[in-house]
């Protein structure tokens, strides 16, 4: 094992810790704002009660992700330079108007949302939690930009070794990057969507109030409609796929060679046939390419080299983000027929929420394992190899160091976050919650 492997795994390990919290900040933050806005129209405290409570989660989780993020930046510099090198012109811009734009929108409303409850007029409060979550979704799209643009570089020329970008805006609305937007940031919603209906169903099972069934209703209904949007930008991302990364497609079947009409196996043994050319092009009998084949072919145009991914890997995350992420969403079609005209929650459905609650994040750390591991061995797809992108500079043993003091970092992390939310959980809603000020001619944030 070398230095490029351990930073492979560093990268990999505290990426995936940080993801578990970026999906349900954005699609909490947009959950809370629609409770306020619930309470802001009809007066009802149930509505401001479930607004603190699952605003001091989405709290807990936004705090958590800042921390946890700060060190993705920090690695790019250490081990990676030879790719920031490389992708830096491009990367400035989209990056830029995340951190000066979306995140500042996104801090800083956040910041006058926590201390406006009794200082700011309802109106203006309300709208600092919208800015705050619309921020929070801001920031997702210019990031998955960036991370589009290494799948399907565009809007860009090499000189003198380095990526320079030529058009910002062929960067920000790429196609790779409109079809895995609106993908990813669905994905967050289901997320968002499974985390409050395991609240619901362990508080609907103690108490079986109200307004725990409210929480619910409306958890379920975003839960179904963000599947809706996955599901259809999921398609639009097979076809391209078939015309952008043709090696990842094939691994996520497990296909070797060129096949017209290729069948898409549900496991091993169990294909039905001709729906990966369907799902590919809508065409049953389009041909696929495989990874054998395309191994060839990459060799003649980019010279010696195994181009194929870990073709275990990407199979296996493949089938366990469509079986967990359909799993949810169909839980969530189901508990709207079941509580549909004001009908109760049955008991075992609750407990099935609650269960169900590590689904969606299993399915969406699936889905970033297939979409970065299937890109390689490249880091930017046809111009930078992932072998060429380490930091020459950097010893087995530094890297290996820092691998261990971040692990046990998130390990404690982990832990510190666990507890924190268990136990504001089984704390509850505040009884006795002091209404905040009406309409006020000159608010102040001051004491």
């Not at 704002?33 to 802001?40: D, E, Y």
């Not at 409050?196 to 929480?215: D, K």
């Not at 060429?388 to 998130?410: D, I």
């Not at 404690?412 to 924190?420: D, F, I, K, S, T």
């Amino acid at each position: 094992m070398d230095a490029l492997d351990l930073a492979r795994w560093q990268f990999g390990v505290t990426t995936v810790y940080h993801f578990l919290f970026v999906p349900l900040t954005i699609g909490l933050g947009i959950f809370v704002a629609g409770l306020q806005t619930a309470w802001h129209r009809t007066g009802k405290e149930h509505y401001l009660k479930l607004t603190k409570f699952f605003g001091k989660l989405f709290l807990i989780n936004f705090a958590m992700g800042v921390v946890t993020g700060i060190v993705q930046e920090f690695q790019f510099g250490m081990n990676w330079s030879e790719y920031s090198t490389f992708v830096g012109d491009v990367f400035g811009a989209p990056l830029a108007l995340e951190a000066l734009l979306a995140f500042f929108m996104e801090s800083t409303f956040l910041g006058l949302w926590i201390f406006g409850w009794d200082r700011l007029p309802k109106r203006i409060h309300l709208a600092c939690i919208w800015a705050a979550a619309i921020g929070s979704n801001l920031s997702a799209t210019f990031i998955l930009s960036a991370n589009a643009w290494m799948k399907h570089p565009v809007g860009y020329e090499v000189v003198d070794g380095k990526a320079r970008m030529t058009d910002l805006w062929a960067v920000l609305t790429n196609s790779a990057a409109l079809a895995q937007i609106p993908h990813v940031i669905g994905a967050a919603f289901i997320v968002a969507g499974g985390f409050v209906l395991a609240v619901c169903g362990y508080w609907l099972l103690r108490t079986g109030a109200p307004m725990w069934r409210s929480a619910a209703r409306g958890a379920l209904v975003m839960t179904a409609v963000a599947g809706l949007v996955v599901a259809g930008t999921g398609d639009t991302s097979a076809r391209l796929l078939y015309e952008q990364q043709p090696m990842k497609l094939a691994a996520a079947e497990g296909l070797r060679h060129d096949t017209a009409g290729a069948g898409f196996s549900i496991v091993p043994g169990l294909e039905i046939p001709k729906l990966l050319s369907f799902l590919s092009t809508h065409e049953p009998d389009s041909v696929v390419q495989g990874t054998d084949d395309l191994q060839r072919r990459f060799e003649q145009q980019f010279g010696p080299g195994d181009y194929r991914p870990d073709e275990t890997i990407v199979f296996w995350s493949f089938r366990v983000m469509l079986a967990f992420g359909l799993t949810t969403v169909g839980l969530s079609l189901l508990g709207l027929w079941l509580t549909r005209r004001r009908r109760q929650f049955p008991a075992w459905l609750s407990r099935v929420l609650l269960l169900a609650l590590p689904l969606p994040l299993i399915a969406v750390i699936a889905g970033w394992l297939l979409s970065e591991i299937g890109r390689q061995p490249w880091t930017v797809a046809g111009e930078l190899l992932t072998a060429s992108s380490v930091s020459p500079g950097v010893s087995l043993a530094a890297v290996a160091t820092s691998l261990t003091v971040f692990t046990l970092l998130y390990g404690a992390l982990a832990v510190a976050e666990g507890v924190l939310l268990v136990r504001h959980v089984r704390g509850g809603v505040e009884e006795h919650t002091p209404t905040p000020v009406a309409e006020r001619r000159e608010p102040s944030l001051m004491y």
